[in-house]
Nanobody
Framework: QVQLAEFGGGLVQPGGSLRLSCAAA????????IGWFRQAPGKEREGVSC????????YYADSAKGRFTISRDSTKNVVYLQMNNLKPEDTAVYYC??????????????????WGQGTQVTVSS
């Protein structure tokens, strides 16, 4: 059964860091791009970052540039999202999803599938 599961959310103070993990089960990440999305209360889901099946293809939304880093470990079938200098506006449920393909030119949500259940990130003092 194809499945993605997110881990690593939690409560962190402004300026702090978290590393989210997206673990794949039932398929090999080798041929798939993985995107991270988030949805804050009362807002639409938005794209955060994406990494292609070739790890040199990455994409960051403006809100993530300079603070977040996406990476993948093919040996563990996991994609990570390292989030630094977190801000209260980063508070949201974070989801990962997959899209077949080597490159990651953007974060068009409708092109992604097999969504995980999400992990809550709360940035608050």
């Amino acid at each position: 059964q194809v499945q993605l599961a997110e881990f690593g959310g939690g409560l962190v103070q402004p300026g702090g860091s978290l590393r989210l993990s997206c673990a794949a089960a039932g398929f090999n990440l080798t041929w798939w791009s993985i995107g991270w999305f988030r949805q804050a209360p009362g807002k639409e889901r938005e794209g955060v970052s994406c990494i292609g099946s070739s790890a040199d293809s990455t994409y960051y939304a403006d809100s993530a540039k300079g603070r977040f880093t996406i990476s993948r470990d093919s040996t563990k079938n996991v994609v990570y999202l390292q989030m630094n200098n977190l801000k209260p506006e980063d508070t949201a449920v974070y989801y990962c999803a997959r899209r077949f393909g080597r490159l990651c030119p953007g974060l068009l949500e409708t092109t992604f599938g097999s969504w995980g259940q999400g992990t809550q990130v709360t940035v608050s003092s």
